[in-house]
């Protein structure tokens, strides 16, 4: 009899090997605490109203309603026996399993100062998204309201925090959805006169990608109005206010970009992690120590061939998920063991604005309009349905000729039908 797996986490990793074990019917329980495949890359234009959530979330049992083998739960794990096998979830109800694989992904680190989340929310759920959606929105409502021009300018502040990839792609589409759409849409404001900071504590933005990368992405992000800061730090976030680099600037909205850590199951697991609570585990992705307990994508630190971790990427994560998949079903159906994973890189990526991206393959570099096209057919290429393709096929043409952008609803509505005092 097959041994029962679970799998927690329906991410790009823990879908890809559900996907591989069910098509080989194998049961597997799969526990996540959504009902949705998200596709993260796509987040950001979620939060800057250019995509509506369901454009970039697909239900979890769709796509594996071909595997009758496979079992998803929607639940919230908070407990994981070694002794008994066993993972506990916050309603009380318990799965026992053979084989546990952990593919959780990672939250925000606000690096020990976690009450900045209220104030400068990170972006890594649909709830995320349109929060920060809602409060970008509802600054440029609270300004056309207000008559008082320093309040105005506070509040067509917007503070990116963190010069990653995200941080890079919040900054320009905020930018461009500020002077080619919001611009024509108020009477009292010019929404094209919004100060778009991005501020990065490190020498210079995107540091996982060569200089001259680098470099042409502070440019393109220049020409389209962002104020990039580096070498500045935020020292204190607060409702309206943040200090960076010794200097207080009021903000309409602060977005957080600027760290991630794991999700808390290494913890329960009560095995070795790193400072971002990572899980340490081998290059087969098993846990040292533990039998059949495996982990992989953003909660694993999974070295290279050479020693060195693998980035944080979800072509990484969707790889793993696809190797772990495959090597289960070649170890219980015929008792094979599989060479240990070989990452693939398929290029680092990040999108500046109109015509313009970067893409890293290692062994050369595309910049420009050509990675900008390239950059929207991959995405489009790797989005989960035909339907969510061509509707965001679709809307990008659609917003390439005209700038506009559909899905500016404000959900968030505290306060908005009169100016801050």
Known sequence: MAPRIVIVGAGFAGIEVARKLGRAGLPVTLIDRQNHHLFQPLLYQVATAALSPADIAEPIRKMLRRSPSVEVVLGDVVGIDRATRTVSLADGRTFACEILVLATGATHSYFGRDEWSAFAPGLKTIEDARRIRSRLLLAFERAEMSADPAERKRLMTIAVIGGGPTGVELAGSIAELARYTLARDFHHIRAETATVLLLEAGPRILA?????????????????????????????????????????????????????????????????????????????????????????????????????????????????????????????????????????????????????????????????????????LIHVYLLVGFQHRLMVAMQWLWRYVTYERGSRLIAENSGAHSPPG
Not at 237 to 252: S, T
Not at 293 to 303: E, M, Q, R, S
Not at 318 to 336: F, P, S, T
């Open 208 to 376: 996982a990608f060569p200089d001259a990368l680098a470099a042409y992405a502070t440019a393109k992000l220049r020409n389209l109005g962002v104020t990039v800061r580096t070498h500045c730090a935020v020292e204190h976030v607060e409702d309206g206010r943040i200090v960076a680099g010794g200097e207080e600037i009021g903000v309409g909205l602060a977005i957080w970009a600027a760290g991630v850590r794991a999700s808390p199951l290494g913890v329960l697991l009560g095995v070795e992690t790193d400072r971002a609570g990572r899980i340490r585990v081998g290059r087969d992705l098993a846990v040292p120590g533990l039998e059949h307990v495996y982990a992989l994508g953003d909660i694993a630190l999974t070295p290279d061939a050479h020693g060195t971790p693998l980035p944080g990427l979800a072509q990484v994560a969707k790889q793993q998920g696809e190797y772990l998949g495959a090597a289960l079903v070649a170890k219980i159906g015929r008792g094979e063991t599989a060479k240990p994973f070989a990452f693939k890189n398929r290029g680092n990526t990040a999108i500046i604005g109109r015509h313009a991206a970067v893409f890293d393959f290692g062994w050369t570099r595309m910049r420009g309009w050509l990675a900008w096209a390239f950059w929207a």
